[in-house]
Structure formats: structure tokens, C-alpha cells
T-cell receptor, first 110, second 111 residues
């Protein structure tokens, strides 16, 4: 069964304190792994897509990496405006469904 | 280019009532999805469609129905609303192998 597990559930960081969010997945052949940011009361907003192990993508203070079993979202020197819930989703090669994790709620304290 | 538009934004239903959540996209995407999001539970797939005239069940389809008569529109129908259907509903559209675009959500309360 295809599954996505995110950890930790919640993370509090001081401004400037770097850390990583984890997304572990089990899927029968990965087509793509997706990271989204969700602000309260809004729909998820796309951040990255990763397709194969070893791939990395960066955007401002965020960097996403992918292995055969998990993905990390590294946050370097976070700012309060990075506070949000970060969602991970995977899509299998067979089928058209996207499976989402439950998210990591990040709070960055000034 | 509006992206994905969901209406209404908020709705309160009484038990047993019916309603349709509207979703429209103007990006000519073939793939469209309906998710529900409950606190601490992540996004659960209700139904999806890979093109006009084609729909399929997701993880939690019971109590819902969908139709896809055009590429642009993908309405979600709730028949006989129940308190368990209280949730935030998100519609998304995707051009395969690219990012998914989400609507702003419909917050539904069944009382």
C-alpha cells in the first residue's frame, strides 16, 4: 500500500535556526514527490517536484532532496514568514492518485 | 488567468440536506482532483478525473458524487449531508508531470 509519513508533526525554530523536515514514503514505483506549503485558511501552494533519487532543488531558504525512501526539506536560516504547514505528496508510476502526508507545522519565532 | 476557483468559500448545511461544491479551472488541465482536509489528518482523495467524461473513486468516496462534462468544471455533489462530512474541501487541477494547482477551499459545516 502506498504511504507517506511526515515528521515531525510540529517544529518550533528560532529565527535563523536551520533544520530539516522529513517525508518517508512507500510507493510501488515513484513517478514524483511533491512539496507544498499551506498557510492557514488557504489551499496548498506548490514548492518542488523531485523525480529521482539524488535529485535536489532549491528555492530561497528551502532545499529539497530525495533518496529512494525519503525526502528532506531543509530550511536554512528561517524567517517568521516561513511559518506554515509543509505537505509532502507522492505519485506512483501506475495510477493517477497523489498520496499526501499529514504535514509538518513549522513555527519560526522572531 | 484565475487558476482554480472554488465556490462557495463557506457553507453550513443541515443533516440530510444536499449541495454541490463547484470547481472550475481555466488552465485546460485534464486531471482534476477533490480532497478533503480534516485537522491533523492531511489531504484525503475523494474523487478524481483524468478528462471529460471520466471519473474515478479515491480513498474516501462514500457520500459523494462527481461529474466531468467539460474540461473546465468538476463539481462535487454531497447527497444527504452527515456531520462526518464537516471538513475543508479542496479542488486541484494538474497538467501531468507538473505541479498541481489548488483552489482556496470550501469550509463546510454539517449541523
Amino acid at each position: 500500500e502506498d504511504q507517506v509519513t511526515q515528521s515531525p508533526e510540529a517544529l518550533r525554530l528560532q529565527e535563523g535556526e536551520s533544520s530539516s523536515l522529513n517525508c518517508s514514503y512507500t510507493v510501488s514505483g515513484l513517478r514524483g514527490l511533491f512539496w507544498y506549503r499551506q498557510d492557514p485558511g488557504k489551499g496548498p501552494e506548490f514548492l518542488f517536484t523531485l523525480y529521482s533519487a539524488g535529485e535536489e532543488k532549491e528555492k530561497e531558504r528551502l532545499k529539497a532532496t530525495l533518496t529512494k525512501k525519503e525526502s528532506f526539506l531543509h530550511i536554512t536560516a528561517p524567517k517568521p514568514e516561513d511559518s506554515a504547514t509543509y505537505l509532502c505528496a507522492v505519485q506512483a508510476r501506475t495510477g493517477n492518485q497523489f498520496y499526501f502526508g499529514t504535514g509538518t507545522s513549522l513555527t519560526v519565532i522572531p | 488567468n484565475a487558476g482554480v476557483t472554488q465556490t462557495p468559500k463557506f457553507r453550513i448545511l443541515k443533516i440530510g440536506q444536499s449541495m454541490t461544491l463547484q470547481c472550475a479551472q481555466d488552465m485546460n488541465h485534464n486531471y482534476m482532483y477533490w480532497y478533503r482536509q480534516d485537522p491533523g489528518m492531511g489531504l484525503k482523495l475523494i474523487y478524481y478525473s483524468v478528462g471529460a467524461g471520466i471519473t474515478d473513486k479515491g480513498e474516501v468516496p462514500n457520500g459523494y458524487n462527481v461529474s466531468r462534462s467539460t474540461t473546465e468544471d468538476f463539481p462535487l455533489r454531497l447527497e444527504l449531508a452527515a456531520p462526518s462530512q464537516t471538513s475543508v474541501y479542496f479542488c486541484a487541477s494538474i497538467d501531468m508531470n507538473t505541479e498541481a494547482f489548488f483552489g482556496q477551499g470550501t469550509r463546510l459545516t454539517v449541523v
